[in-house]
């Protein structure tokens, strides 16, 4: 997700969106993996999964963490050379996105239907369109 | 997870405080506030 979001940086930049990434850790861990992968987004921490279950993420099931999806994901992510490392955080934690607009309303969600799923860029910029118009 | 916890449009954006690579606190408030905001949440680093 975050190699994805840091190819279309300058698509969101034009869009007038920020884009912020958040993880369970340390700041030393973001600094690591976000360096590497996305350099050019803001990468923040949290000590625990709090902010995750206040946005009604929570840990995956069975079929969510072993679907064929989550398994081609990762053949996709190994065949463009990302090579997992030392995981830091929850890999059972569901993945999710948000955009938020300056009143801190929710203006657009997605929910992952499994740990793989992400929303691409180009709905992400058709919804930031739509509400920096 | 119950689709029952899932935030709905229009519903206001918990607000939190978390560390930047720096070890700066950063409130998620502070950052929408200057512009419309795409919020990912991470599995995690790594």
Known sequence: MLSQLEE????????????????????????????????SLRCLAHED?????AYGLSQAGMGELMSLNVMKAGMEAAKQGFVPGQVIGDPRMMPGTFIV???????WRYYGKDVSDHPTNAELLRVGASITA | MSKSDQLAVGASAPDFTLLDIEGQSVTL???WANGPTILTFLRHFG
């Open chain 1, 101 to 107: 607009d300056t009143q801190g309303k929710i203006v």
């Open chain 1, 49 to 53: 999964a709090a902010p995750y279950y």
């Open chain 2, 29 to 31: 408030a502070s950052l």
């Open chain 1, 8 to 39: 279309a940086k300058a698509e969101f930049a034009a869009a007038g969106l920020q884009v912020v990434a958040v993880a369970m850790g340390q700041p030393k861990h973001a600094a690591q993996f976000c360096g590497s992968l996305a350099p």
